[in-house]
Nanobody, 123 residues
Framework: QVQLVESGGGLVQAGGSLRLSCAAS????????MGWFRQAPGKERDFVAY????????YYHYSVRGRLTISRDNAKNTGYLQMNSLKPEDTAVYYC????????????????WGQGTQVTVSS
């Protein structure tokens, strides 16, 4: 089992940047592929990005490709989501997840979830 805690969210103007972190504890972080999802008010939780266990493979939702970058540091038991050129439509609670057992862009494929961190992008 692994516990996940997100941080780094906040309020930023459109065009700005944020870096989200996902700190893992419990079982070895490097044992798990991980993903980032987001949920805007009144909407479903949507896939953002995925990274495999050693960081050698990534996959993004088309809407964030080129602006958001997923990465991980297994030595620090931490995953990251670098967010650049932010837009108001990026406003959401962002969640990290681990323990993939199905399609990587589906919420039901992940076993472990953090509590989320709020990102608000003002226009």
């Amino acid at each position: 089992q692994v516990q996940l805690v997100e941080s780094g969210g906040g309020l930023v103007q459109a065009g700005g940047s944020l870096r989200l972190s996902c700190a893992a504890s419990g079982r070895t972080f490097s044992s798990y592929a991980m993903g980032w999802f987001r949920q805007a008010p009144g909407k479903e939780r949507d896939f953002v990005a995925y990274i495999n266990r050693n960081g050698g493979s990534t996959y993004y939702h088309y809407s964030v490709r080129g602006r958001l970058t997923i990465s991980r540091d297994n030595a620090k038991n931490t995953g990251y989501l670098q967010m650049n050129s932010l837009k108001p439509e990026d406003t959401a609670v962002y969640y990290c997840a681990a323990g993939v057992h199905g399609p990587v862009d589906v919420t039901g494929s992940y076993t472990y979830w953090g509590q989320g961190t709020q990102v608000t992008v003002s226009s």
